[in-house]
Structures are given as structure tokens and as C-alpha cells.
């Protein structure tokens, strides 16, 4: 008895300094949020009051072709143009703009003109291009843009496949559009390549190469219903696939990565348990991890068969309190970047 008072308290300290290396040794995450009320400032303040915590990424969509009918990207007309007075709201509740660039026309899908690799290796976009770089510049502060995202999927119409795109001028694409945002000089936007979560891989003929990429990320969905998939089981294979496609002699492990759609269903399994348990072993497993950013959308209001990813979905408010909870972790609450 005498021998076991004497080292409990020993080994709950050396448990205790175990785990507190292990914390500081692993960076912690910053969570975002990709919200139905993109544009919508106060709806910040609102995940802050329902989550408990202020998400340090914030979702900004913005289409290339969405110009209000006209023939050039005017500032307050539609969402073509850089979000300037957006981004010094969100910067002022410390959250950066993470914003997902579609080369697209909203009322024109089926158009080539924005779509198009070709359009834009040709430099037809060059002007848009630099003007939305230079308010970008002119803000001054960082800004993630996941641009052209999951080119390897179909549905899309800048998807590869579409429009002659192919692997090849995608590549050279988004390596003259990053060549145009860098000869304004704005250093502070960011480029993330995000494919769609392809688990046969086959990443490598549409990367840019680690000079024109600043993130990489995956989208993380777990649709639910007849099949259920944990989120370590949706990106195992593909993280290490993002770790190979990006490495380096400098940098083995890749370039750093965003978790740019993480998501389920509450359809088929239990939701809160695939929050809690799934962020946890993100964070446990994959070091370099940046950032995992909720899609809090009901995606089932637009496209018949999608599902209501929504924080609030069950009704029974189970997913938003696990989110919550993991939300007040440390672990869970950095800054970005």
C-alpha cells in the first residue's frame, strides 16, 4: 500500500509531462466554417454564440462569371469581384477569408468561357485576373483561395473533361493564373489545390508542382445513408497520396494541409460520434493538418439526393454539441494562419 501511494502520484506525473509534449509537439488545428450565409457578416457572430468558439476560417464564394449581366467584373456587382469590404469584417473578428474561386458563370453553366484552361493559358482572363489580385494586395492581409476545386470530379463545368480541359492545361492554368496574382504583388493570397477525394489517387498529372501550391487538401464527405464512412477512413489513403504528390528534400511530409470540406450526413450512423471521434484522430494522426473547415450547408435545398450537412441536422442537436465540445478544445484553437 505504502509502495503504490508513493508512485501513483509519479506515474500521473510522468502520464501528465507525456501528454503535454505530445500537445506541444503537434501544432493546434484552426477550425472553419463554410456557412448557407456566406456573405452574411453577423452570421460569424452567430457560429460563435452556437459553437462557443470564433471560426478562424470563413467560407467566401466567388464566381468569375457572376457580373450582374455585364461584360466586366464591377465592384458590388455580383460575386466576380475581390469581397474587400467582407474581408475587413471578418479580419476584424480575426477570422481570414477562405475563398473558393469558380471559374464559372452561375447563369451560363454550360458556357466554355470562364471553364475553359485554354481561355485562360491564352490569357482572355488576364485583366479580371489582375484587378481582383491587386484589391486583394490592397487588403493586405492573408486570403486562401481554393481555386478550380475538384477538377478530377465531372460535375463542374471547369472539371477536367469539360470544355477540352485535361490534366495537362489545368496544370498550366492554375500556374498562369498564380503567375498573375504574383506579378501584382500579392504575396498574401494563398493557393490551395484541392482535388475531389479520388481513393484510386492518380493526383499526380494534375499537380502544379510545390512552386504554384501553397496548401493542399481533400474534400472529406461522408455521405451517410446505406454507407457509412468515419472520417479517418475517408482520408487515409488520400493524405498519404497529398504527402507523395508534394513532398520534397526539404519538406518529407508534404506541403501543409487544409481539410477544405469536412462533412456528414446524419443519415446512417451517429453524427455526433463521427465529429468527436473523427477530428480527434485528424488531429491524433496527420500532423500536418492546418486547418479542417465544416461545410455547414443543406446542400438537399438545391440538388435533389444531396444531404443536409448542417451542424443543426439531427433535430435532436447532438452533431452541434459534439462540434461544440470539440470546438472548446485546445487543441482545436488556433489562428489562421
Request: with cysteine; net charge positive; charged share 20%.
Amino acid at each position: 500500500m505504502r509502495r503504490t501511494l508513493i508512485l501513483a502520484p509519479v506515474a500521473t506525473l510522468v502520464l501528465t509531462l507525456l501528454a503535454t509534449a505530445s500537445v506541444a509537439a503537434r501544432s493546434p488545428v484552426a477550425l472553419g466554417i463554410s456557412s448557407e450565409r456566406s456573405r452574411d457578416v453577423t452570421a460569424v457572430n452567430d457560429y460563435k454564440a452556437s459553437t462557443g468558439s470564433k471560426p478562424s476560417l470563413w467560407t467566401i464564394w466567388s464566381d468569375w462569371g457572376d457580373r450582374g449581366g455585364r461584360a466586366n467584373c464591377v465592384k458590388g456587382v455580383g460575386t466576380c469581384g475581390f469581397p474587400t469590404e467582407l474581408a475587413n469584417k471578418l479580419r476584424q473578428r480575426g477570422v481570414t477569408p477562405f475563398i473558393w474561386w469558380q471559374p464559372n458563370d452561375p447563369a451560363n453553366p454550360g458556357s466554355s468561357l470562364y471553364a475553359s484552361y485554354q481561355n485562360m493559358i491564352r490569357g482572355k482572363h488576364d485583366t479580371y485576373i489582375r484587378d481582383w489580385a491587386k484589391a486583394a494586395k490592397a487588403f493586405g492581409r492573408p486570403v486562401v483561395v481554393r481555386f478550380a476545386h475538384e477538377m478530377n470530379g465531372t460535375w463542374f463545368p471547369w472539371s477536367i473533361g469539360n470544355h477540352g480541359n485535361t490534366p495537362g492545361n489545368f496544370v498550366k492554368a492554375w500556374r498562369h493564373v498564380v503567375n498573375e496574382v504574383r506579378a501584382v504583388g500579392a504575396r498574401n493570397v494563398k493557393f490551395l489545390w484541392s482535388p475531389y477525394n479520388a481513393e484510386s489517387g492518380g493526383y499526380a498529372p494534375f499537380y502544379p508542382g510545390n512552386a504554384y501550391v501553397d496548401y493542399v487538401g481533400v474534400t472529406s464527405l461522408n455521405w451517410g445513408n446505406e454507407r457509412w464512412r468515419w472520417l479517418p477512413d475517408l482520408l487515409s489513403r488520400p493524405m498519404n497520396v497529398l504527402r507523395n504528390v508534394s513532398r520534397s528534400s526539404g519538406n518529407p511530409m508534404g506541403k501543409p494541409v487544409i481539410l477544405p470540406e469536412v462533412g456528414s450526413n446524419h443519415f446512417g450512423g451517429p453524427k455526433a460520434d463521427w465529429i468527436r471521434t473523427g477530428y480527434t484522430q485528424v488531429y491524433k494522426r496527420w500532423p500536418t493538418v492546418r486547418a479542417m473547415v465544416y461545410l455547414d450547408y443543406n446542400t438537399a435545398a438545391i440538388t435533389e439526393g444531396q444531404p443536409d450537412w448542417r451542424l443543426v441536422m439531427p433535430e435532436d442537436g447532438s452533431a452541434l454539441r459534439a462540434y461544440r465540445s470539440v470546438a472548446g478544445w485546445p487543441t482545436f484553437q488556433a489562428s489562421f494562419p
